[in-house]
Nanobody
């Protein structure tokens, strides 16, 4: 059974930092891209960042809105993907989900978001001004 367990959300002030974790079980991080998506109230789901070892080890993708502020990483030994979020802004407020897509490169988050098959339950990030 494939499971993705997201955690680490919380409430912070603008300029603060949070680290999200996604513990993955039932699949290999060498065969699946793991992406972080977010959805704010009343807005469409947005792909935030993705990491993949499928073609190039450590291949990453970042949405323009988070480049330079967020860093994605993976600990294969722990089957965990992290999203370090810094310089947080109120517009980063959303429920953050991690998802897995078989055989995808990191850029697939932007091109083929529907190809992410497995989803975690989401963790809420609230950034106050």
């Amino acid at each position: 059974e494939v499971q993705l367990q997201a955690s680490g959300g919380g409430s912070v002030q603008a300029g603060g930092s949070l680290r999200l974790s996604c513990v993955v079980s039932g699949i290999s991080l060498d065969k699946y891209a793991i992406g972080w998506f977010r959805q704010a109230p009343g807005k469409e789901r947005e792909g935030v960042s993705c990491i993949s070892n499928v073609e190039v080890p450590g291949d990453t993708y970042y949405a323009n809105s988070v480049k330079g502020r967020f860093t994605i990483s993976a600990d294969n030994a722990k089957n965990t993907v992290y999203l370090q979020m810094s310089s947080l802004k109120p517009e980063d407020t959303a429920v953050y989900y991690c998802a897995a897509g078989w055989g995808l490169i990191a850029q697939a988050m932007h091109i083929l978001p529907s190809e992410f098959d497995y989803w975690g339950q989401g963790t809420l990030v609230t950034v106050s001004s």
